[in-house]
């Protein structure tokens, strides 16, 4: 099976702009997570979504949102970027069985640098 | 809430010589433990997990051993090659907390030839 593709890998935009990140899943995984790493913060969650639903959000502003497809496939979107919005977003896919977890695979990630 | 401790790196190392990363952790409900490895310039791959108290997780020559007594899930291995070099990330998720993994601050891992 195809990992978990994250598109674009690189991003540069100014403050102010908007952005959208794309993220594809393993083939039959329904849920997506998203997180921001930072050198100071290190790996933060961001949101969750299973079945087009969000079921978890992370301590994020409203500037960040999120929304899944019918097919699984999530998109991110930053708002009136900030300076300190720059960050590796890292998407992972799971395949949710039973009444439990299993691991989450994660993407190569989507670099966003904010002038 | 849920929270994970995990020691401060940069850990150096020879070598063949014998790896241990301290992690610890606080959670609600049953939670399943990971580790998950960086390299340079790419995500997170799982290394391995453990879902219960005393399962231990291994691949690639490294182990942990979930102590549910201790809170700890320590992870080991005997002899570490020049390609370990990386960054580990201790992590968690539990049943109360939907698709939400609790990373650690990760631990650097540098081993010399």
């Known amino acids: 099976k195809a990992g978990v593709t994250q598109t674009p890998r690189y991003l540069i935009k100014t403050r102010g702009q908007q952005v959208t990140l794309s993220c594809s899943p393993i083939s039959g995984h329904r849920s997506v997570s998203w997180y921001q790493q930072t050198p100071g913060q290190g790996l933060q969650f961001l949101f969750e979504y299973f079945s087009e639903t969000q079921r978890n959000k992370g301590n994020f502003p409203g500037r960040f949102s999120g929304r899944q497809f019918s097919n699984s496939r999530s998109e991110m979107n930053v708002s009136t970027l900030e300076l300190g919005d720059s960050a590796l977003y890292l998407c992972?896919?799971?395949?949710?069985?039973?009444?439990?977890?299993?691991?989450?695979?994660f993407g190569p990630g989507t670099r966003l640098t904010v002038l | 809430g849920n929270s994970v401790t995990q020691m401060e790196g940069p850990v150096t190392l020879s070598e063949e010589a014998f790896l241990t990363i301290n992690c610890t952790y606080t959670a609600t409900g049953y939670p399943s433990l990971f580790w998950y490895v960086q390299y340079p310039g790419e995500g997170l791959q799982l290394l391995l997990k453990a879902t219960k108290a005393d399962d231990k997780g291994s691949n690639k020559g490294f182990e942990a051993t979930y102590r549910k007594e201790t809170t700890s899930f320590h992870l080991e291995k005997g002899s570490v090659q020049v390609s370990d070099s990386a960054v580990y990330f201790c992590?968690?998720?539990?049943?109360?907390?939907?698709?939400?993994?609790?990373f650690g601050a990760g631990t650097q891992v540098v081993v010399t030839p």
């Open positions: 992590a968690l998720t539990s049943t109360d907390s939907w698709g939400k993994l609790q």
């Open positions: 992972a896919s799971s395949d949710i069985t039973g009444g439990g977890y299993n691991e989450q695979f």
